[in-house]
């Protein structure tokens, strides 16, 4: 599964993803959007490929970037599911604690 926490965790790779969600670039159009290096943003690139956040297809000489899709959703589904667990242990916790605090109150 992708590491959905690595490929969002920095802002410049967000901002790829952002401009892909528009439509499929190349590495030359994304350079052009950043104040940073084009071995900067192969680099964020690659971690993106890594990821399968997005892919590439080759057209003529140049590669164009487009978002996985599939994977953003089921990264997405990944996410909720564990936010969901935490919560969910949270709120057992919260309820034992409560139920306690009720116990002892009574037994006064």
Not at 33 to 61: C, M, R, W, Y
Request: charged share 30%; aromatic share 6%; hydrophobic share 40%.
């Amino acid at each position: 599964m992708s590491d959905i926490y690595r490929a969002l965790g920095d802002a410049t790779r967000r901002r790829i993803i952002t401009m892909l969600k528009e439509r499929s670039m190349t590495q030359k159009e994304i350079v052009e959007a950043f104040d940073i290096s084009q071995p900067a943003i192969k680099k964020h690139l690659n971690v993106l490929l890594e990821e399968k956040i997005i892919s590439a297809t080759v057209q003529g000489k140049y590669r164009l970037y487009n978002l996985n899709l599939d994977m953003l959703q089921r990264a997405y589904n990944e996410m909720l599911h564990f936010i969901g667990e935490l919560l969910d242990d949270q709120l057992a916790s919260l309820k034992n604690y409560v139920e306690k605090g009720e116990m002892q109150d009574g037994e006064s």
